[in-house]
């Protein structure tokens, strides 16, 4: 067996409060959380700081159920530019001591400290420096992970030690990790939870000595990944620094400002979320044949599916007409919808040559997308308020938002565009 490697996980703690309350100081004897628009009780709650997680505030829920909690609670805008930028700054240090630096996120990064050993000393006073660093120049506070594989080490920052890393090792793992919740390790999401405890699966530790050929019968690849996982068989390695990644699906989500019961309600906040991810494709220069939804109930039950299309578009009309077909395919609304996604993968550089068919209106393809891209420039010129389709009048205070714009953007993940069942 080789060297085993030295990575650090480290998250800014509650990043976009943090980073608002040390450009606003006074916001930190407040309550307070960065979420969507004040005048609309529009979104969710992004980040809070430590006065409004004391109130039971938490990271997703809604700015109503929020404030239910918490009637006094400062919502603060978020300001993407900014966070875009001290997250920058701080992962720079980061880079003082690899070229081997991963961003999870805006707020989260991996660093493999393997090959920096000789250069900086040891591990755990390297990771205290660097907390010491970004807090004396940027003003930020960060809690670090220290393991020998990325999972362990996320798991270990989310651990939030104050007075250094958070230290897992193959001689602790056992009494350290598998203790904990299975829905603490990383890729283990709600829908695998349940999964998990239909089968008594309650912890880490459970789901480590679990056969992993009946994780892999039962759920797929994903059960045989997290299986791994659990035993500290991740090898992932960290990415260089500067190297990004093709993009591989372009998606959007947003929590309602109400539940929707109905299909045509449903309707024009799906096309602001197509019109969305159909621009945000344009962007990047893409263009995709596979759509997934996703659907989270008021009972918060999650459900999903995908379709391949025939031909690889990025026309936001092409794609909401898909989108419809498969809410109507997988969801009955006897639970009202409280939060609602879509995505679209299989993407390739757009080419503008599509093969003609006999039963699809060609000329009238075309001409959306024409208007896709009008629209585009007369938002970039007007701002994005200034052209809407008629549709998303209906309801204003469920489609006045630029999800474009305002969305959370979060990294691709090990299982991106699998299946998802309720």
Known sequence: MGRDRIIFHIDINHCYAQIEEMKYPALREVPMAVGGHEETRHGIILAKND????SGILTGESLREAREKCPDLLIIPPSYDDYIYYTGEVKKIYR????????????????????????FGDPEALVSRIRQEVKREIG??????????????????????????????????????????????????????????????????DLAVYPRRFLK???GIPGEMISLFANGGDTSPVAESFVHPPVKSV???????????????????????????????????????????????AGLDWYGCEKKIEQYTDVSGTILHTVMELVVSLYDFEKPLRAVGVSVSGLRPFSGIHQL?????????????????????????Y????????????????????????????????????KMTP
Not at 98 to 113: K, M, N, Q, R, T
Not at 263 to 285: F, I, K
Not at 384 to 405: G, I, M, W
């Open 140 to 205: 930020l506070d960060v809690s670090a992970g220290l393991s020998w594989n990325k999972v362990f080490a996320k798991l270990g920052s989310d651990r939030k030690k104050k007075d250094g890393p958070f230290v897992i090792t193959r001689d602790n793992y056992r009494e350290t990790v598998w203790p904990l919740p299975a829905a603490d390790l990383l890729y283990v999401g709600p829908a695998t939870t349940r999964k998990l405890l239909a089968r008594g699966i309650h912890t880490i530790g």
């Open 357 to 381: 068919s006999l039963f699809r209106n060609e000329e009238a393809l075309e001409a959306a997308r024409k208007t896709d891209l009008v629209m585009d420039e007369i938002r970039e010129k």
């Open 217 to 219: 019968k039962a759920m």
């Open 51 to 54: 006065i409004a997680k004391k």
């Open 251 to 297: 998606g959007n989500s947003m929590t309602m400002v109400h539940d929707v019961d109905n299909l045509n309600d449903l309707r024009p906040v799906y096309y602001v979320l197509c019109e969305a991810v159909a621009s945000r494709m344009r962007d990047h220069g893409m263009e995709g044949n596979v759509v997934s939804i996703s659907l989270r109930s």
């Open 96 to 119: 003082r001591y690899s070229d081997h630096v991963e961003s999870f996120g805006l707020d989260e990064a991996w660093i493999d400290y393997t090959d920096s050993e000789k250069l």
């Open 383 to 418: 701002g994005y308020y200034s052209v809407q389709r008629a549709c998303t009048a209906v309801d204003p205070e469920l489609t006045s938002f630029n999800v474009k714009e305002e969305h959370t953007v979060h990294p691709t993940g090990y299982f991106q565009g699998r």
